[in-house]
């Protein structure tokens, strides 16, 4: 028979696979943001909320299976799952890093279309055909008589 502790080593497992992926696919991320391929980054980005969710469910049941029982400090599972939040500690910070790095990476972009943006604007291309004409119109009035 299984214990909590089992269990709660297994879904520490998963979670450690699913941190691994979610780091896999922000590297991915950083990559496609800088190729500026827009259908991989919303593809990307979708992924990255699917195993975040996933990630999710298992620290609700990790933290329900510790709960119930702890393993016993010196067990070989307690040994085991020490490795294991090692292991995920590495994993989260490198994807702490490459989150920033996209996030900086998206912010540049960011920054320069917006100062595109500004030179169009200040160019008056933006309002290129759509320039007031020189023929005054006459002004009309809603007529409000009943």
């Not at 979670?15 to 979610?22: A, E, I, T």
């Not at 991320?29 to 992924?47: C, F, H, P, S, Y």
């Not at 085991?80 to 500690?89: F, N, Q, S, V, Y």
């Not at 920054?111 to 320039?131: F, L, M, N, P, W």
Request: a positive charge.
């Amino acid at each position: 028979m299984t214990s909590p502790s089992d269990h709660a080593e297994l879904a520490l497992t998963q979670k450690l696979q699913s941190c691994r992926d979610f780091l896999l696919t922000t590297r991915l991320l950083g990559e496609a943001l800088e190729k500026e391929e827009m259908t991989a980054v919303d593809r990307l980005i979708k992924r990255r909320g699917e195993l975040i969710g996933t990630i999710d469910g298992l620290d609700r049941r990790i933290g329900r299976c510790l709960k119930a029982s702890r393993p016993d400090p010196g067990s070989a599972v307690h040994g085991r799952m020490t490795a294991l939040t090692r292991e995920l500690h590495q994993i989260l910070t490198l994807i702490l890093s490459a989150n920033e790095a996209c996030g900086t990476l998206a912010a540049g972009k960011c920054s320069t279309i917006k100062d595109e943006v500004i030179a169009i604007g200040h160019r008056r291309e933006c309002v290129q055909g759509y320039a007031p004409t020189k023929a005054k119109r006459a002004e009309q009035f809603l007529n409000m008589k009943l």
